[in-house]
DNA sequence: GAGTTTGAAACT
DNA sequence: CAGTTTCAAACTC
């Protein structure tokens, strides 16, 4: 599916954006280089919550780190099998290519550079992405901790479960033999050409998880968008591209050859070049943040607007040298961006690129070098983890909230990476200072404790942030629990009315050990409840159904019901009344469905009727102000009130009379009411403008 | 707003 | 795994 415009493409290097060499990836390939046992589903293409659609499948390749240099790094991702398959090479004639020319294999980023994805939501599937060094087997070498062979490069793509996680934090070395085997997926990438140094690699990936943020009936298929954009020319600045919801619809149809990015309407085998990655969960719209943590470049975020979306642009250093400014916070403008937009099938993306004017980078004076926060003339406010070395900065990790999987540069690699959950930089984005510590689980920042303060811009929570669902009321659970909404899906507190609140970014160490508490008692603890059933809607049930025994299933203490969906068979409820053919069902949904026309009605009219009195205090406002002061609220008499009133009821009698339906006859009454409103302004107005006159 | 009901989560 | 307790949301008054 083309679903980049001419336009967009002609903005981007041609190394990023060719497809040519893109394949599907064998089968075989992956599981080759892989010392796991799982069976393999590189070819499944659902996410972890069963949605088998064929369209959440992503094959691609073609990454580049110079305009000279072209990776065929076909990959595939699986969201269903919880994998993301990169190959090393694209074909078999790269592979003796490069042997033949005497260059070794190479890779994204250079040796020693490693990048890990997690995502933790209600999907639970974090994303594991790994460009280790180890030795010349690939596959094998992920599990063997040598850190320090520069040789063979491959990536590890895993999507795998959260529980994961932890030993995937605490050790570097041994990131992929920690992780679940039947989640394992060894991933080789070579590249045709030499890597260049001093070119830092910069991935954009992100998954989304399920939020409650959409309706339990918006089942949003996941979405694999995005691209990995390098540059290793300091003269060329680098271009990064983010998505972004739909400011330019154009694309969409127009054809193009090049990009693909949507999984969710094209076949795998037709989604070509992915330059960042979007892995969708099920019906979930929260994405990971890629933090880089090492050395030299910058960093800038960009948020999606109007999304939950965030997104951690790494630059390079030439980049870096223009927008970091160690003496102290400043501002700067980043460089010239266009807008582009990216349609991904059912959920279009924008990718907006910031012009300069709307994008300024904050450098707080407390950091050494890169760390930023990034602004927009939006409001929203961008914070990017330091950037500088770890002996400096570096993060306490067992701080980072769940899902947080960190991918430092060992060996001199460049780039590390911290993969956070959205929200965890929501929230620190409305936290006026971040904490990070150092932790001694993470070898390369062994015996260091620094902390760096990440100073913010001053933005509230209510502007940077919109809080998509209801405020817990938490007292005892220390929001550390299920009972709690946000925690349990996995997200911070904020705006809550919750007493001892734990789960913000001062009680990290209690949320992750809650979190794990958690999934130890169930894994399945932060997967979304609620299915998505292959046929649609009709099909979405409860996973582990209700065990209602007074409600009927016909309120809200019932989850299905809450859900808006049916019981289904694997409910144990008593004297269910929420099926199908149900008559209680069926009136209350009627009930329901009369309720809320109506309030939208009513809302409707009353909006109305504000607008004209805004327009009407707006046209008054000149003759008022004239006379310097307000409406003489004195015009507001007994007499006019029920002079009023009888406008008032004889439009209500009058709509009795014609047996207009309530709603209308609410209409008219309103209006009515504005009429007099406008009456009694007019006249007031005018009284003051005359007086002024005559100097009364 | 206070009190009650409810069922999921947590605990034993 | 079943029974009980805890908890916070939904609901009622």
Known sequence: MDVVSPELNSLLPDEIMDTEAIEDVPQSQPESTTSQSEPKHTRALTTSTATDSPLNSVTGTSVTTSGLQKLTAPFTISAANHQIILNKVASSQATEAAKSAGTPPQVIKQEGQKLLVTAIGKSG????????HTGNKPGISQTAADTKSPAPQFKVVTIGGRSDLKPVVGSVGNQVTTLQAQQLKTVQIAKKTPASSAAPIKFIITKTVNSKTLSPQTSVPPVIAGRVLTQSSPVIPPRTINLSEPHNTSIQSLPGKKIAISPLKTPSKNIKPVQSVAVGGVGGSQFKTIIPLATQPNVQQIQVPGSRFHYVRLVTATTASSTGQPSGPSTSSIQTAKPMVVSTGAVRMSVPIVPPQTMKQVAPKPLTSAAQVVTTTQTQQRLIMPATPLPQIQPNFTNLPPGTVLAPAPGGGNVGYAVVPAQYV???????????????????????????????????AAETTSRPRKPCNCT????????CDCFANGEFCNNCNCNNCFNNLEHETERLKAIKTCLDRNPEAFK??????KEGEADRRHSKGCNCK???????????????????????????????????????????????????????AKTKLSSQISDLLMRTTPVVSSGGGRLPYTFVTKEVLEATCECLLEQAKKAEQTHQPRAEAERMILEEFGHCLMRIISSAGKAKADCASINC
């Open 550 to 604: 007074r409600s009927g299933c016909l309120k809200n203490y019932c989850e299905c019901y809450e859900a808006k969906i049916m019981c289904s068979s694997i409910c144990k409820c008593i004297g269910c009344k929420n099926f199908e053919e149900s008559p209680e069902r069926k009136t209350l949904m009627h009930l329901a469905d009369a309720a809320e026309v109506r309030v939208q009605q009513q809302t409707a």
């Open 426 to 460: 929501t929230q620190l984005q409305q936290s006026p200072f971040v904490t990070l510590a150092s932790s001694s689980s993470f070898p390369a920042s062994a015996g260091i404790q620094t902390q760096a303060r990440l100073p913010l811009n001053g933005l509230s």
């Open 528 to 533: 979304p409840k609620i299915g998505k059933g």
């Open 476 to 483: 005892k659970s220390q929001c550390l629990k299920l009972y």
């Open 125 to 132: 599937q974090p994303i594991v992405l790994q460009l280790p």
